[in-house]
T-cell receptor, first 113, second 112 residues
Framework: DQQVKQNSPSLSVQEGRISILNCDYT??????FLWYKKYPAEGPTFLIS?????DKNEDGRFTVFLNKSAKHLSLHIVPSQPGDSAVYFC????????????FGTGTSLTVIP | DVKVTQSSRYLVKRTGEKVFLECVQD?????MFWYRQDPGLGLRLIYF???????EKGDIPEGYSVSREKKERFSLILESASTNQTSMYLC???????????FGSGTQLSVL
């Protein structure tokens, strides 16, 4: 049973515009959320995270929003660049370090020059 | 920076072969993980380990085993490879005080 869902398998955005990637989760015990970026034939790299005590975290062009009541988080990329073209995975965990991370199925972002 | 090294980037094996995938991390992390990534299915956890000689099953452990004899090394073993184990295998590590996972570059395994 998928506890973390990314319902959009793909997204295309013009360069310079905003990219919004969405993620939903079902387990209310999740208290830490992360976004990873993955290029083909490479391992995922950490992008940004947010704790459940916050509703927003920003790092340069990347902002993650968390809506706990809706069990929804989103990643905003502004402005989008062609180098942002990759697969983005959201992940969630609960409890102390060592517990499982649950990953979504990924959204493939294409930024069109 | 944390380095997680997977021994092979690409591997081709025959059905029925025993396959070893090796992973080494250099940051003294307690926790290590093996995932597989398949199109449309995301990352699925096979096994993880929170200490030397300790292992826990993830969501899809069938057909796999693991070994953690030393803290820095976590091996994934396919006892008898099958074609449905063709996949990208990703190793990751995480420290007790560090919340995020650090991934290796992945091993693309093809079982023919």
């Amino acid at each position: 049973d998928q506890q973390v869902k990314q319902n959009s398998p793909s997204l295309s955005v013009q360069e310079g515009r905003i990219s919004i990637l969405n993620c939903d989760y079902t387990n209310s015990m999740f208290d830490y959320f992360l976004w990873y970026k993955k290029y083909p034939a490479e391992g995922p790299t950490f992008l940004i995270s947010i704790s459940s005590i916050k509703d927003k975290n920003e790092d340069g062009r990347f902002t993650v929003f968390l809506n706990k009541s809706a069990k929804h988080l989103s990643l905003h990329i502004v402005p989008s660049q062609p180098g942002d073209s990759a697969v983005y995975f959201c992940a969630a965990s609960s409890g102390d370090a060592g517990n499982q991370f649950y990953f979504g199925t990924g959204t493939s972002l294409t930024v069109i020059p | 920076d944390v380095k997680v090294t997977q021994s092979s980037r690409y591997l081709v094996k025959r059905t029925g072969e025993k396959v070893f995938l090796e992973c080494v991390q250099d940051m003294d992390h307690e926790n290590m993980f093996w995932y597989r990534q398949d199109p449309g299915l995301g990352l699925r956890l096979i096994y993880f380990s929170y200490d030397v000689k300790m292992k826990e099953k993830g969501d899809i452990p069938e057909g796999y085993s693991v070994s953690r004899e030393k803290k820095e090394r976590f091996s994934l073993i396919l006892e008898s490879a099958s074609t449905n184990q063709t996949s990208m295998y990703l190793c990751a590590s995480r420290g007790v005080l560090n919340e995020k996972l650090f991934f290796g570059s992945g091993t693309q395994l093809s079982v023919l």
